[in-house]
């Protein structure tokens, strides 16, 4: 099993660009869920899935556009990045109820 | 929402003393409280969880309590050594399980040899 992966790992991006982060899990977890990491700031939901077909809003999903159309795939999409949008962004991925969460390894995205 | 506040900051620990470290939340109907811990540069990694209808686990050297009355949860660290460096997050659900986590701010464990 891969785990949860995600590409691209590094990522520069001009402000007003868009771009989107894929992040893709192999071990059949209906729980999907994409945060961001700022420096003093813990990981902050953008946002969350619990199965195909079933996205809704994290804490921060402002900027951000989510879809699931298959139980494996989770894509991020940030509509016309902004430098406020550079982060370190993790995808997770875990089966619902009272389970592990698993990160992928992140996206490192900067906005100039 | 829920707000979950982490403390300290950053904490350095002699080897084989032990560390704590302390969250508070702040929706009372939050029922799941885990930690992970995020090597530098790693992904963060689920070192111990709790539900709201115990009071109290533990696995090896780590040990998570929980009060709910004044709705703060704490994860203790004994005999610690240099590979516990690290910083360590408390998160907090209240959706029966780990759908929509908020998490704390996280805690820079440094253990000094």
């Known amino acids: 099993n891969a785990g949860v992966t995600q590409t691209p790992k590094f990522q520069v991006l001009k402000t007003g660009q868009s771009m989107t982060l894929q992040c893709a899990q192999d071990m059949n977890h209906e729980y999907m869920s994409w945060y961001r990491q700022d420096p003093g700031m813990g990981l902050r939901l953008i946002h969350y899935s619990v199965g195909a077909g079933i996205t809704d809003q994290g804490e921060v999903p402002n900027g951000y556009n989510v879809s699931r159309s298959t139980t494996e795939d989770f894509p991020l999409r940030l509509l016309s990045a902004a430098p406020s949008q550079t982060s370190v962004y993790f995808c997770a991925s875990g089966g619902l109820g009272y389970n592990e969460q698993f990160f992928g390894p992140g996206t490192r995205l900067t906005v100039l | 929402g829920e707000n979950v506040e982490q403390h300290p900051s950053t904490l350095s620990v002699q080897e084989g003393d032990s560390a704590v470290i302390k969250c508070t939340y702040s929706?009372?109907?939050?029922?799941?409280f885990p930690w992970y811990k995020q090597e530098l540069g790693k992904r963060p990694q689920l070192i111990i969880d709790i539900r709201s209808n115990v009071g109290e686990k533990k696995d090896q050297r780590i040990a998570v309590t929980l009060n709910k009355t004044a709705k703060h949860f704490s994860l203790h660290i004994t005999e610690t050594q240099p590979e516990d460096s690290a910083v360590y997050f408390c998160a907090a659900s209240p959706n029966f399980g780990n759908e929509k986590l908020t998490f704390g701010t996280g805690t820079r464990l440094t253990i000094i040899p």
């Open positions: 929706d009372s109907a939050s029922n799941y």
